[in-house]
């Protein structure tokens, strides 16, 4: 998606994220933080952050949270399993840079993988990194592409969709449409794909999905929204 779609297709898609109960994991200090909370709040999401206090929650989520009667709820990692209901998440790995980092996937998502209601939208966060980060932090970035592929299938049966949503660094705030595309359903035909959010626009690169077909009428729409969509096929997907 180029930015020139970028804000008609975000506005038209965050009414659809109304009333919708999403988990996001993310640190204090993460440059993604504004994105994420205005794609939210403003979307009308109800959020439940996962962290040990409220001093975890980044001040926008707070901020944002009451200007749009959606104040950001807290839920203990150790309780995540005991959700239901859940229409989505957004887990921020833009932090991560080495193997060990990636054990926070599994204890986010495995005790969540069941308390997804059907048709979820799940959101991974990951960067691009700049040219000098060590050859370690380029491939602990690059496994979150297996992971999202992986768990997309996993969860894809009951129309769940996973997606990875590159972010270059000093891009992030043209990052907040397509995270509100992938959280809505109208992404309904786009799983187990990376989007490419860069300082210049917002690349998509997807094939048809699993499991979801493709329709065509969805492609129209997107048109309207004034989109530009280049389809690539995927090797592996499909």
Known sequence: L???????LGVRAAMELRDRNLVVSMRKDSAAADCVAQALCRGGAHILFAGHSRD???????ELGEAFA?????????TLRDLKKQDGAVFDATWIRTAADLRALYEFFHPLARSFSR??????LGSTLEGDEPAESAAAQAALDGFVRALS????????????LWIEPGAEELAEGPLTFLLSDRCAFVTGQPLTAT????????????????????????????????????????
């Open 2 to 8: 180029n930015t020139k779609g970028q804000h008609s």
């Open 56 to 62: 975890d929650i980044p001040a926008r989520f707070d």
């Open 70 to 78: 959606r104040p950001t709820g807290l839920v203990s990692p150790a």
């Open 119 to 124: 048709c979820a939208h799940i959101v991974v």
């Open 153 to 164: 299938k996993e969860l894809g049966g009951d129309g769940t969709t996973v997606n990875l």
């Open 199 to 238: 300082s210049l626009a917002v690349q998509e690169h997807h094939g048809h999905g699993h499991d979801h077909g493709h329709d065509h009428d969805h492609d129209r729409e997107n048109d309207d929204d004034g989109a530009y969509v280049l389809e690539l096929p995927r090797p592996g997907v499909g």
